[in-house]
């Protein structure tokens, strides 16, 4: 390997990178945009629920229950409840009726209203209802004929949710990762297009050579980026080598996905539509990672869901290398496969 | 067989089963220039291949300034220059950046890069992108960047197809100029005019062989035939062409019978081109 011609071809491939004003403005842009997101996202998760509650009456039961994960606020009428609820000042709004505690006595089923907004999850809906059911067999005496006993496996997050903007951490850095693997196969595509290579062939660089420096180049582009990002948004400041070595290791397999649609582009439109389906399947683990319980056990064909995971699991819940060591020798397989996927393809397309 | 810097010695090369190279053998001396013709699909490019140590042959070795070259491809091709048929210049860079980018490649830290464009003709436009370029302009900085590393063999590759004649003459004066330094040229080309004029050996080339290699001038002795052609005004008044071959115990009664019986308007001697040449040892065409 002669360190000369590498340092040379690195040198040219990253002058040709930046002189292509679609990707270098991609990548300047692109890191001060998911900056930008990133620090305009909420950086704290509020995790009451917000209940409307218009009640001629105050239930003592309901009045307890108050502080518990919910925050009622009392309004004046019925008709204010429903306007707060569509404001989306209350995830759910509840109207008891004057007569109420008349009804409890006489062994009739009050009506209670509960309005919600179109767009609440089924979810929140079911836990009013169940709320409301439970403070109705309070309230009338009758206790559930059952304890309930709650033990947290594992460390307690309860108020210290991930906000979303951490959430979104793995999906911005994978995000920065995965463009620079269109501008490297755009490269690659165009040397081989323009004929480039064949002029690099007859000179003392060898194939290995080649491969070798285009890998840097990807490698260099994709890291540093995402290094640079996860530093500026806080994501290394626990365990900082686990994140870099992740982010290398995910530098290298984007490499090699880059070789990959190198092989299979002629050209930059070429390279963008075979690079934005194989993209679209590696961002999937990141969204699993923003929308939990989206993604079920398929995710983890996909390399990036080890990248993604690590990257989650190491910023946002402090693990180490004793938890996520597995998932880094999985990832160095995906590097390895791709990479050598990846040169097999570039070797039958150029030589 | 001699050693020359460049010898083929039953050199072959086939893609599945068709042959594109059969088994040539041939020298090219240090300091020559030795034109390679022959039609689209003759084996030119697979020679120049296997000669330039991109591809392996399947036979046969080729050996490059005493190197084999399957075996010390880097060594060789540190040694060489070569010029391709199409333009292949990283289009964004200068003209400057493209020569000294490869000049490194060659371990060349010296490169006056504006002196390499003063002799193709692009002083004043070394900074300007490649893109800006007109065809000719880029065919001559392809010449340029083939000479980086001073190399002792070049291979150019129809240097001058399509250019405007200020453009090949540009281009066939540095062939020249690099002969005289001591350089070997191994120049492909379909243009038998330009490899007549250049060449010390032309060698054709046709359906994988070399049919024939020799001087210009030793092969228009051998296979052509030189003649008279002569534009005679008839008693109508109309041109009609005559032509007297030369070289046979017939001709100067020939030429005496023309001026004899014919109003002789123009008279010319006209010698065989290596096109007609190559067509009457192949029965084609170099443009086929």
């Known amino acids: 390997m002669n360190w000369r011609i590498i340092r040379a071809l690195v040198a040219k491939d990253l002058s040709l990178f930046f002189k292509n004003r679609f990707f270098a403005i991609v990548t300047v842009i692109g890191l001060i945009f998911y900056i930008v997101i990133y620090f305009v996202m909420p950086k ?35 008709d204010m409840l429903k306007e707060g609820v569509i404001e989306g000042h209350y995830v759910a709004g509840i109207a008891l009726p004057a007569d109420i505690m008349e009804g409890f006595v006489s062994a009739q089923k009050p009506v209670i209203s509960v309005y919600f907004a179109s767009d609440v999850p089924e979810e929140t809906k079911d836990a009013v209802e169940v709320m409301i059911r439970e403070l109705a067999y309070q309230q009338v005496g009758q206790a559930l004929a059952i304890e309930v006993s709650e033990e947290i496996i594992g460390p307690d997050l309860a108020g210290m949710q991930i906000p979303p903007r951490d959430r979104m951490r793995p999906l911005l850095a994978i995000m920065l990762i995965m463009v620079e693997t269109l501008g490297l196969a755009n490269l690659i595509s165009e040397e081989i297009e323009r004929r480039t290579i064949n002029a690099l062939l007859v000179t003392p660089v060898s194939v290995k050579e080649l491969f070798f420096a285009k890998g840097i180049t990807g490698v260099s582009l994709a890291f540093i980026q995402s290094a640079l990002f996860m530093a500026i948004v806080g994501g290394i400041n626990h365990e900082p080598l686990i994140i870099l070595v992740t982010l290398l290791l995910g530098a290298i397999l984007v490499t090699g996905v880059g070789f990959i649609i190198a092989s299979l582009g002629r050209g930059f439109m070429s390279v963008l539509i075979w690079g ?60 390895l496969a791709l990479a050598w996927i990846g040169i097999m393809a570039l070797r039958r397309r150029t030589l | 067989m001699t050693q020359g810097t460049i010898v083929a010695e039953r050199l072959m090369y086939s893609y599945g089963n068709l042959i594109a190279v059969d088994g040539i053998s041939f020298n090219v001396a240090e300091g020559e220039i030795l034109g390679f013709l022959g039609p689209n699909g003759a084996g030119k490019t697979t020679t120049v291949k296997m000669l330039t140590g991109q591809l392996k042959p399947k036979g046969g070795k080729a050996t490059l300034l005493g190197m084999d070259v399957a075996k010390n491809v880097d060594k060789v091709q540190g040694d060489i220059g070569v010029c391709f048929e199409v333009t292949n210049l990283y289009e964004q860079m200068s003209a400057v950046e493209n020569l000294r980018f490869f000049a490194r490649l060659f371990g060349v830290h010296s490169l006056d890069a504006e002196a390499l464009l003063v002799r193709v003709d692009l002083a004043g436009r070394g900074k300007d992108r490649v893109a800006t370029y007109s065809k000719g302009m880029k065919q001559r900085l392809m010449v340029a960047r083939s000479l980086v590393n001073r190399p002792r063999v070049i291979f150019l590759d129809e240097p001058t197809a399509g250019l405007d004649p200020t453009s090949s003459e540009s281009i066939r004066n540095i062939i020249l100029e690099e002969r005289e330094r001591g350089a070997t040229v191994f120049l492909t080309t379909h243009d038998m005019l330009e490899a007549d004029k250049l060449s010390d050996r032309v060698a054709f080339m046709n359906q994988g062989k070399i049919v024939a290699l020799d001087t210009p001038h030793n092969l228009k002795q051998q296979y052509g035939k030189r003649a008279l052609k002569a534009k005679v005004s008839t008693e109508s008044g109309k041109l009609e062409d005559r032509e007297v071959i030369l070289d046979t115990p017939e001709t100067p009664e020939a030429i005496h019978e023309l001026f004899a019986q014919e109003k002789v308007v123009t008279i010319h001697s006209e010698e065989a081109t290596l096109e007609d040449i190559f067509i009457s040892i192949t029965g084609r065409g170099l443009q086929e």
């Open chain 1, 44 to 78: 704290s998760v509020n995790e009451n629920l917000e209940i409307g509650l218009y009640a001629p009456v105050m239930l003592p039961a309901l009045e307890q229950m108050q502080g518990e994960g919910l925050e009622i606020e009392r309004v004046e009428s019925e």
């Open chain 1, 276 to 335: 934005m389906p194989i993209l679209i399947i590696l961002f999937i683990p990141a969204f699993g990672v923003m929308v939990p319980g989206a993604a079920t056990g398929w995710v983890k064909a996909i390399p990036s869901y080890y990248l993604v995971d690590t990257v989650h699991r190491v910023a946002n819940f402090g693990a180490g290398w004793g938890n996520i060591w597995l998932n880094l020798v999985v990832l160095v397989g995906f590097d």
